[in-house]
């Protein structure tokens, strides 16, 4: 009797080390996968597009649409690889000011206003070429956009009021 409750009692450790060793797998796979996926499930790609998109005007566009006015602002020499060396000196130019020894009000207020001329620089440049994509859309094309701007608008007005 005491060998055969003595066999039982090892299997139970057994199953239960293994359901164990399972679950913690289960769940460490989910946090992975979480992680991996990004905030509500979506792509790093699809995060990065969103923040490019900036306004629900411009994520009304269909991708094709956005893709055609990046390859636009892109030829005019408004590349990503130029904008973020530029943002990114200027960034370092008001991070130097900020940590100077001696903070100099004027230097910072320059500094903030060439990094605000860089981002509005480009803001400008896009703004032209929406208009542009816009404009030449005829009806049928201009009524999705409208469509699709409604539902970007609502989401974008709901999102802004919950936080």
């Avoid at 699809?46 to 055609?68: M, V, W, Y």
């Avoid at 690889?81 to 100099?104: C, P, W, Y």
Wanted: aromatic content about 6%.
């Amino acid at each position: 009797m005491r060998s055969l409750l003595k066999i039982s009692t090892i299997n139970w450790r057994v199953v239960l080390l293994n359901t164990s060793l399972s679950i913690n797998l289960l769940v460490g796979g989910v946090i992975i996968a979480t992680l991996i996926a990004g905030p509500h499930g979506e792509s790093d790609e699809e995060l990065d597009a969103k923040r490019q998109q900036g306004t629900p005007f411009i994520s009304a566009l269909t991708n094709e649409q956005r893709i055609e006015l990046g390859e636009r602002l892109r030829s005019l020499g408004f590349g990503h690889d130029g904008e973020h060396v530029k943002m990114g000196i200027s960034a370092r130019k008001v991070m130097k000011v900020l940590t100077a020894e001696n903070f100099d009000l004027d230097m910072f207020i320059q500094s903030v206003k060439a990094h605000d001329s860089i981002t509005e620089n480009r803001r400008a440049v896009v703004q032209q070429l929406f208009i542009k994509t816009v404009s030449d859309f005829d009806t049928a094309e201009r009524d999705a956009y409208t469509q699709r701007l409604n539902v970007m608008l609502h989401e974008f007005i709901s999102e802004f009021i919950e936080h």
